[in-house]
Protein backbone atom coordinates (compact mmCIF):
# COMPACT_ATOMS: atom_id res chain seq x y z
CA UNK A 1 0.00 0.00 0.00
CA UNK A 2 1.04 3.64 -0.85
CA UNK A 3 1.49 5.62 2.12
CA UNK A 4 0.32 9.06 1.46
CA UNK A 5 -0.31 12.61 3.63
CA UNK A 6 -3.15 13.46 4.60
CA UNK A 7 -4.74 16.13 6.51
CA UNK A 8 -7.75 16.59 8.25
CA UNK A 9 -9.17 19.70 9.21
CA UNK A 10 -10.66 19.75 12.69
CA UNK A 11 -8.51 16.70 12.73
CA UNK A 12 -8.12 16.74 17.33
CA UNK A 13 -12.32 17.12 16.97
CA UNK A 14 -14.63 13.70 17.79
CA UNK A 15 -14.96 12.89 14.16
CA UNK A 16 -11.62 14.25 12.95
CA UNK A 17 -9.39 12.26 15.77
CA UNK A 18 -11.68 9.09 14.13
CA UNK A 19 -10.31 9.75 10.73
CA UNK A 20 -6.84 10.30 11.65
CA UNK A 21 -7.01 6.86 14.13
CA UNK A 22 -8.26 5.05 10.94
CA UNK A 23 -5.92 6.22 8.25
CA UNK A 24 -3.22 6.17 10.40
CA UNK A 25 -3.48 2.52 11.64
CA UNK A 26 -3.31 1.89 7.34
CA UNK A 27 -0.10 3.55 7.67
CA UNK A 28 -0.60 6.87 6.57
CA UNK A 29 1.11 10.39 7.48
CA UNK A 30 -1.44 12.12 9.26
CA UNK A 31 -1.64 16.19 9.72
CA UNK A 32 -4.67 17.46 11.81
CA UNK A 33 -5.52 20.91 11.76
CA UNK A 34 -6.68 22.72 14.60
CA UNK A 35 -7.21 26.68 16.30
CA UNK A 36 -4.74 28.85 16.54
CA UNK A 37 -3.34 28.11 20.35
CA UNK A 38 -5.48 24.98 20.32
CA UNK A 39 -4.61 24.19 24.42
CA UNK A 40 -4.99 20.57 24.11
CA UNK A 41 -2.68 20.16 20.59
CA UNK A 42 0.40 18.90 22.73
CA UNK A 43 -2.28 16.35 24.79
CA UNK A 44 -3.57 14.77 21.87
CA UNK A 45 -0.41 14.41 19.61
CA UNK A 46 1.43 12.70 22.42
CA UNK A 47 -2.15 10.05 22.95
CA UNK A 48 -1.85 9.71 19.22
CA UNK A 49 2.08 8.84 19.16
CA UNK A 50 1.72 6.72 22.14
CA UNK A 51 -0.38 4.70 19.73
CA UNK A 52 2.38 4.31 17.32
CA UNK A 53 0.66 6.63 15.24
CA UNK A 54 3.04 9.05 12.43
CA UNK A 55 1.25 13.21 13.48
CA UNK A 56 1.57 16.15 13.03
CA UNK A 57 -0.69 19.12 13.82
CA UNK A 58 -0.93 22.12 11.81
CA UNK A 59 -2.44 25.37 13.13
CA UNK A 60 -4.93 27.68 11.10
CA UNK A 61 -8.20 29.26 11.10
CA UNK A 62 -10.00 27.13 8.07
CA UNK A 63 -12.65 30.54 8.15
CA UNK A 64 -9.65 32.72 6.81
CA UNK A 65 -8.13 32.15 4.09
CA UNK A 66 -4.83 34.00 4.91
CA UNK A 67 -4.57 31.80 7.77
CA UNK A 68 -4.76 28.55 5.74
CA UNK A 69 -2.12 30.21 3.08
CA UNK A 70 0.17 30.03 6.80
CA UNK A 71 -1.16 26.65 7.53
CA UNK A 72 0.08 24.95 4.41
CA UNK A 73 3.42 26.65 4.43
CA UNK A 74 3.79 24.98 8.01
CA UNK A 75 2.80 21.89 6.61
CA UNK A 76 4.78 21.67 3.51
CA UNK A 77 7.42 22.15 5.69
CA UNK A 78 6.52 19.65 8.57
CA UNK A 79 5.46 16.58 5.61
CA UNK A 80 5.64 17.32 2.14
CA UNK A 81 2.30 17.87 -0.26
CA UNK A 82 -1.26 16.69 1.02
CA UNK A 83 -2.55 13.93 -1.11
CA UNK A 84 -5.72 12.86 1.11
CA UNK A 85 -7.64 16.32 2.20
CA UNK A 86 -10.22 15.87 4.54
CA UNK A 87 -12.56 18.90 5.08
CA UNK A 88 -14.03 17.84 8.44
CA UNK A 89 -13.98 20.97 10.42
CA UNK A 90 -16.93 22.48 11.33
CA UNK A 91 -19.60 24.44 13.59
CA UNK A 92 -22.91 24.92 14.83
CA UNK A 93 -24.88 27.86 16.15
CA UNK A 94 -28.57 26.46 15.88
CA UNK A 95 -31.71 28.77 16.25
CA UNK A 96 -34.96 29.15 14.50
CA UNK A 97 -34.33 31.31 11.59
CA UNK A 98 -37.02 34.03 13.07
CA UNK A 99 -34.28 34.96 15.68
CA UNK A 100 -31.01 33.41 14.04
CA UNK A 101 -28.41 36.68 14.28
CA UNK A 102 -26.33 37.97 11.11
CA UNK A 103 -23.12 36.87 13.40
CA UNK A 104 -24.38 33.23 13.30
CA UNK A 105 -25.46 32.94 9.84
CA UNK A 106 -22.02 34.09 8.98
CA UNK A 107 -19.89 32.33 11.45
CA UNK A 108 -21.37 29.05 9.94
CA UNK A 109 -21.13 29.62 6.58
CA UNK A 110 -17.40 30.58 6.90
CA UNK A 111 -16.41 27.83 9.42
CA UNK A 112 -18.32 24.88 6.88
CA UNK A 113 -18.43 26.45 3.66
CA UNK A 114 -16.04 29.21 2.70
CA UNK A 115 -13.84 26.95 4.57
CA UNK A 116 -13.89 23.97 1.70
CA UNK A 117 -12.67 26.82 -0.58
CA UNK A 118 -10.08 28.57 1.64
CA UNK A 119 -8.19 24.71 2.25
CA UNK A 120 -8.92 22.47 -1.08
CA UNK A 121 -7.39 25.84 -2.69
CA UNK A 122 -4.15 25.41 -1.07
CA UNK A 123 -3.92 21.65 -1.85
CA UNK A 124 -5.88 20.98 -5.47
CA UNK A 125 -3.12 22.43 -7.21
CA UNK A 126 -0.27 20.07 -6.44
CA UNK A 127 -2.85 16.44 -6.72
CA UNK A 128 -3.69 17.65 -10.21
CA UNK A 129 0.23 17.70 -10.85
CA UNK A 130 0.90 14.31 -9.67
CA UNK A 131 -1.87 13.03 -11.18
CA UNK A 132 -3.55 11.77 -7.72
CA UNK A 133 -5.61 12.86 -4.91
CA UNK A 134 -8.36 12.65 -2.67
CA UNK A 135 -11.10 14.62 -1.60
CA UNK A 136 -13.56 14.05 1.29
CA UNK A 137 -15.73 16.68 2.56
CA UNK A 138 -17.94 15.73 5.48
CA UNK A 139 -21.32 17.10 5.18
CA UNK A 140 -24.30 16.20 7.04
CA UNK A 141 -27.65 14.28 7.05
CA UNK A 142 -29.41 17.87 7.48
CA UNK A 143 -27.69 19.13 4.21
CA UNK A 144 -30.05 16.74 2.31
CA UNK A 145 -33.39 16.47 4.84
CA UNK A 146 -32.97 20.33 6.38
CA UNK A 147 -33.79 20.57 9.97
CA UNK A 148 -35.87 22.62 12.42
CA UNK A 149 -33.14 25.51 14.02
CA UNK A 150 -30.48 24.88 11.05
CA UNK A 151 -31.31 26.86 8.41
CA UNK A 152 -27.46 28.19 8.01
CA UNK A 153 -26.17 24.99 8.81
CA UNK A 154 -27.78 22.97 6.60
CA UNK A 155 -27.28 25.72 3.67
CA UNK A 156 -23.67 25.62 4.03
CA UNK A 157 -24.06 21.65 3.95
CA UNK A 158 -25.89 21.61 1.35
CA UNK A 159 -23.44 24.14 -0.57
CA UNK A 160 -20.14 21.29 0.26
CA UNK A 161 -21.81 18.60 -2.07
CA UNK A 162 -22.50 20.77 -4.96
CA UNK A 163 -18.66 22.11 -4.53
CA UNK A 164 -17.61 18.61 -4.57
CA UNK A 165 -19.88 17.54 -7.69
CA UNK A 166 -18.33 20.41 -9.59
CA UNK A 167 -14.53 19.84 -8.51
CA UNK A 168 -15.34 16.49 -8.96
CA UNK A 169 -15.95 17.08 -12.99
CA UNK A 170 -13.24 19.47 -13.33
CA UNK A 171 -10.18 17.22 -11.72
CA UNK A 172 -11.95 13.74 -13.08
CA UNK A 173 -9.12 13.61 -16.07
CA UNK A 174 -6.51 14.21 -13.64
CA UNK A 175 -6.41 11.50 -10.94
CA UNK A 176 -8.43 13.45 -8.26
CA UNK A 177 -11.60 12.13 -6.51
CA UNK A 178 -13.86 14.93 -4.79
CA UNK A 179 -16.70 13.18 -2.92
CA UNK A 180 -18.92 14.12 0.27
CA UNK A 181 -19.64 11.67 3.61
CA UNK A 182 -23.25 13.08 4.70
CA UNK A 183 -23.67 11.92 9.14
CA UNK A 184 -26.33 11.41 10.85
CA UNK A 185 -26.26 12.16 14.35
CA UNK A 186 -22.77 11.35 15.88
CA UNK A 187 -21.74 10.57 19.26
CA UNK A 188 -19.18 14.01 19.76
CA UNK A 189 -19.59 17.23 21.41
CA UNK A 190 -21.55 18.67 18.82
CA UNK A 191 -24.11 16.74 19.62
CA UNK A 192 -23.74 16.43 22.73
CA UNK A 193 -24.07 20.51 23.17
CA UNK A 194 -28.26 20.12 22.33
CA UNK A 195 -30.41 19.98 24.98
CA UNK A 196 -30.99 16.64 26.32
CA UNK A 197 -34.60 16.65 25.51
CA UNK A 198 -34.38 17.26 21.77
CA UNK A 199 -31.24 14.84 21.47
CA UNK A 200 -33.93 12.56 22.82
CA UNK A 201 -36.32 13.38 20.41
CA UNK A 202 -33.95 12.73 17.56
CA UNK A 203 -32.19 9.16 18.61
CA UNK A 204 -35.98 8.46 19.30
CA UNK A 205 -36.41 9.19 15.67
CA UNK A 206 -33.37 7.13 13.94
CA UNK A 207 -34.32 3.93 12.23
CA UNK A 208 -31.13 2.73 14.38
CA UNK A 209 -32.44 3.87 17.32
CA UNK A 210 -28.61 5.24 18.13
CA UNK A 211 -25.95 7.59 17.57
CA UNK A 212 -23.26 6.70 15.22
CA UNK A 213 -20.09 6.04 16.15
CA UNK A 214 -17.22 8.39 14.88
CA UNK A 215 -15.15 5.26 13.42
CA UNK A 216 -18.58 3.70 11.27
CA UNK A 217 -17.90 7.35 9.92
CA UNK A 218 -13.83 7.12 9.58
CA UNK A 219 -14.15 4.02 7.87
CA UNK A 220 -16.14 5.46 4.90
CA UNK A 221 -13.76 7.87 4.67
CA UNK A 222 -10.77 5.67 4.90
CA UNK A 223 -12.54 3.63 1.78
CA UNK A 224 -13.34 6.93 -0.42
CA UNK A 225 -9.36 8.05 0.38
CA UNK A 226 -8.50 4.40 -0.77
CA UNK A 227 -6.93 3.60 -3.91
CA UNK A 228 -9.93 0.87 -4.55
CA UNK A 229 -12.27 3.97 -4.42
CA UNK A 230 -9.84 5.18 -7.68
CA UNK A 231 -13.85 5.08 -9.54
CA UNK A 232 -15.78 6.64 -7.21
CA UNK A 233 -15.69 10.56 -7.55
CA UNK A 234 -18.89 13.15 -7.17
CA UNK A 235 -20.87 10.94 -5.02
CA UNK A 236 -22.21 11.78 -1.75
CA UNK A 237 -22.46 8.93 0.64
CA UNK A 238 -25.21 8.34 3.28
CA UNK A 239 -23.96 7.02 6.69
CA UNK A 240 -27.45 8.12 9.11
CA UNK A 241 -28.43 4.65 10.44
CA UNK A 242 -31.66 4.85 7.98
CA UNK A 243 -32.80 8.62 9.07
CA UNK A 244 -33.13 9.61 5.70
CA UNK A 245 -32.82 7.55 2.61
CA UNK A 246 -32.59 8.86 -0.88
N1 LIG B 1 -40.46 20.53 13.95
C1 LIG B 1 -41.52 21.33 14.24
N2 LIG B 1 -41.60 22.08 15.36
C2 LIG B 1 -40.59 21.98 16.22
C3 LIG B 1 -39.47 21.17 15.98
C4 LIG B 1 -39.44 20.40 14.80
N3 LIG B 1 -38.42 19.60 14.49
N4 LIG B 1 -38.61 21.29 17.01
C5 LIG B 1 -39.19 22.18 17.88
N5 LIG B 1 -40.37 22.58 17.39
C6 LIG B 1 -41.30 23.51 18.02
C7 LIG B 1 -41.36 23.28 19.52
O1 LIG B 1 -42.28 22.27 19.83
C8 LIG B 1 -41.75 24.63 20.06
O2 LIG B 1 -43.13 24.79 19.90
P1 LIG B 1 -43.99 25.65 20.96
O3 LIG B 1 -43.42 27.04 20.90
O4 LIG B 1 -45.37 25.54 20.43
O5 LIG B 1 -43.77 24.98 22.29
C9 LIG B 1 -41.06 25.61 19.10
O6 LIG B 1 -40.82 24.85 17.87
C10 LIG B 1 -39.74 26.12 19.63
O7 LIG B 1 -38.88 24.99 19.88
P2 LIG B 1 -37.75 25.02 20.99
O8 LIG B 1 -38.38 25.13 22.34
O9 LIG B 1 -36.83 23.86 20.78
O10 LIG B 1 -37.04 26.39 20.65
P3 LIG B 1 -35.70 26.94 21.17
O11 LIG B 1 -35.56 28.30 20.62
O12 LIG B 1 -35.55 26.71 22.63
O13 LIG B 1 -34.60 25.98 20.47
C11 LIG B 1 -33.38 25.02 18.70
C12 LIG B 1 -34.47 26.01 19.08
C13 LIG B 1 -32.04 25.41 19.33
C14 LIG B 1 -33.26 25.06 17.18
C15 LIG B 1 -33.77 23.61 19.19
O14 LIG B 1 -35.05 23.30 18.69
C16 LIG B 1 -32.82 22.53 18.71
O15 LIG B 1 -31.75 22.34 19.24
N6 LIG B 1 -33.21 21.78 17.66
C17 LIG B 1 -32.40 20.72 17.09
C18 LIG B 1 -31.41 21.27 16.10
C19 LIG B 1 -30.50 20.16 15.62
O16 LIG B 1 -30.93 19.08 15.22
N7 LIG B 1 -29.18 20.39 15.66
C20 LIG B 1 -28.24 19.39 15.31
C21 LIG B 1 -26.92 19.67 16.04
S1 LIG B 1 -25.73 18.38 15.73
C22 LIG B 1 -25.39 18.54 14.11
O17 LIG B 1 -25.69 19.50 13.48
C23 LIG B 1 -24.66 17.42 13.45
C24 LIG B 1 -25.33 16.97 12.23
O18 LIG B 1 -24.94 17.34 11.16
C25 LIG B 1 -26.42 15.99 12.36
P1 LIG C 1 -16.34 18.53 16.94
O1 LIG C 1 -15.92 17.43 17.84
O2 LIG C 1 -16.82 19.81 17.51
O3 LIG C 1 -15.16 18.80 15.92
C1 LIG C 1 -15.12 19.91 15.08
C2 LIG C 1 -13.70 20.34 14.96
O4 LIG C 1 -13.60 21.46 14.06
C3 LIG C 1 -13.12 20.81 16.31
O5 LIG C 1 -11.86 20.21 16.48
C4 LIG C 1 -13.02 22.30 16.14
O6 LIG C 1 -11.99 22.90 16.89
C5 LIG C 1 -12.72 22.41 14.65
N1 LIG C 1 -12.99 23.75 14.17
C6 LIG C 1 -14.12 24.50 14.37
N2 LIG C 1 -13.98 25.69 13.79
C7 LIG C 1 -12.75 25.73 13.24
C8 LIG C 1 -12.03 26.71 12.53
N3 LIG C 1 -12.55 27.91 12.25
N4 LIG C 1 -10.77 26.41 12.12
C9 LIG C 1 -10.23 25.22 12.39
N5 LIG C 1 -10.84 24.24 13.06
C10 LIG C 1 -12.10 24.50 13.50
O7 LIG C 1 -17.53 18.04 15.97
P2 LIG C 1 -17.69 16.70 15.14
O8 LIG C 1 -19.00 16.16 15.50
O9 LIG C 1 -16.47 15.86 15.20
O10 LIG C 1 -17.86 17.32 13.68
C11 LIG C 1 -16.91 17.16 12.65
C12 LIG C 1 -17.61 17.46 11.33
O11 LIG C 1 -18.64 16.52 11.11
C13 LIG C 1 -18.27 18.86 11.30
O12 LIG C 1 -18.09 19.42 10.03
C14 LIG C 1 -19.73 18.53 11.53
O13 LIG C 1 -20.57 19.50 10.97
C15 LIG C 1 -19.84 17.22 10.80
N6 LIG C 1 -20.95 16.40 11.22
C16 LIG C 1 -21.09 16.03 12.53
C17 LIG C 1 -22.16 15.25 12.90
C18 LIG C 1 -22.39 14.83 14.31
O14 LIG C 1 -23.50 14.34 14.59
N7 LIG C 1 -21.44 14.94 15.22
C19 LIG C 1 -23.08 14.84 11.94
C20 LIG C 1 -22.91 15.22 10.62
C21 LIG C 1 -21.82 15.99 10.27
P3 LIG C 1 -12.32 23.47 18.39
O15 LIG C 1 -12.82 22.29 19.16
O16 LIG C 1 -11.00 23.99 18.84
O17 LIG C 1 -13.35 24.54 18.18
Known amino acids: ?3 RVVFVTGGMGGI ?7 L ?3 GHTIVAGCLPGYEQKDQWLEAMRAEGFTVYAAEGDVANYESCVDMFAQLRSAVGQVEILINNAGITRDS ?5 TEHHWHEVINTNLNSVFNVTRQAIDGMV ?7 VNISSVNAIKGQFGQTNYSAAKAGMAGFSKSLAQEVVRMGVTVNTVSPGYV ?3 LVMAMRAE ?11 GRLAKPAEIA ?3 AFLASEEAGYITGANISVNGGMHMM
Not at 16 to 22: D, H, V
Not at 96 to 100: E, G, I, L, Q, T
Open 1 to 3: MTR
Open 219 to 221: AVV
Open 24 to 26: AAE
Open 198 to 208: VRAQIVASIPM
Open 187 to 189: ETD
Open 129 to 135: ERGWGRI
Open 96 to 100: VFKRM
Open 16 to 22: GSAICRR
